[in-house]
């Protein structure tokens, strides 16, 4: 089936300091999602992307959806404690098919921001 | 606020017990998953339902069958609990993605951590 791999596995980073994490597919997307899990939470969408070259910001966080539909990054600006959590990606399907609406999830990257 | 409810957070059974997890969902939507989350795996898809009696397979069904007899309902059943089926296990529900641009994620429950001795 499709796969999404999402990297780095673990990030760490002073309080102040840029984060990126990047998810990449061998596969074109329709569509791709990000969502954040705060440490003994659940995931939470944050947006999506659908778009090739789309680009949304969310006050410090930047997502970026690549040309050929097949990577996406998230970058997020002078990194705050609240920042804290899993980061996930996760990717749609290509158009068609019986899997639509089903997501494929990235491995997520876990970010800690030492303050 | 859309709101997907599970019904237990915490769960301990014995091997070889049949187990239920209920999900429900009350904001009418059409797609309903169950995933769990295991360290370093991330989240891998159970099985999922795309209407009320429909259901689909996932990547990991093995050991698992599911249930959605109502539309707000969707249960996940360990017919044979084993100790490598302890996990953290996820419902998510989404409105039937229409349209080019339809902008609408998962919305997860809280979560059942389901422990298998």
């Known amino acids: 089936g499709q796969q999404v791999m999402q990297i780095p596995q673990y990030q760490h980073v002073q309080e102040g300091e840029d984060f990126t994490t990047y998810c990449n597919s061998s596969?074109?997307?329709?569509?791709i999602q990000w969502y954040k899990q705060r440490p003994g939470g659940h995931p939470v969408f944050l947006i999506q992307?659908?778009?090739?070259?789309e680009v949304k910001k969310q006050k410090r966080l930047t997502f970026q959806f690549g040309e050929a539909k097949k990577n996406s990054s998230l970058h997020i600006t002078a990194t705050q404690t609240t920042d804290v959590g899993t980061y996930f990606c996760?990717?749609?399907?290509?158009?068609?098919?019986?899997?639509?609406?089903?997501?494929?999830f990235g491995q997520g990257t876990i970010l800690t921001v030492h303050p | 606020d859309v709101k997907v409810t599970q019904s237990s957070r915490y769960l301990v059974k014995r091997t070889g017990e049949k187990v239920f997890l209920e999900c429900v969902q009350d904001?009418?939507?059409?797609?309903m998953f169950w995933y769990r989350q295991d360290p370093g795996l991330g989240l891998r898809l159970i099985y999922f339902?795309?209407?009320?009696?429909?259901?689909e397979k996932g990547d990991i069904p093995e050991g698992y069958s599911v249930s959605r007899e109502k539309k707000e309902r969707f249960s996940l059943i360990l017919e044979s609990a084993s100790t490598n089926q302890t996990s953290m296990y996820l419902c998510?529900?989404?409105?039937?993605?229409?349209?080019?641009?339809?902008?609408?994620?998962?919305?997860f429950g809280s979560g059942t951590r389901l422990t298998v001795v």
């Open positions: 998510a529900s989404r409105r039937n993605p229409g349209g080019r641009s339809d902008n609408y994620g998962y919305t």
């Open positions: 596969t074109t997307l329709s569509n």
């Open positions: 992307l659908v778009k090739s070259g």
């Open positions: 996760a990717a749609g399907p290509v158009a068609g098919g019986t899997s639509y609406g089903k997501l494929t």
């Open positions: 904001m009418d939507h059409e797609n």
């Open positions: 339902s795309y209407d009320v009696k429909m259901k």
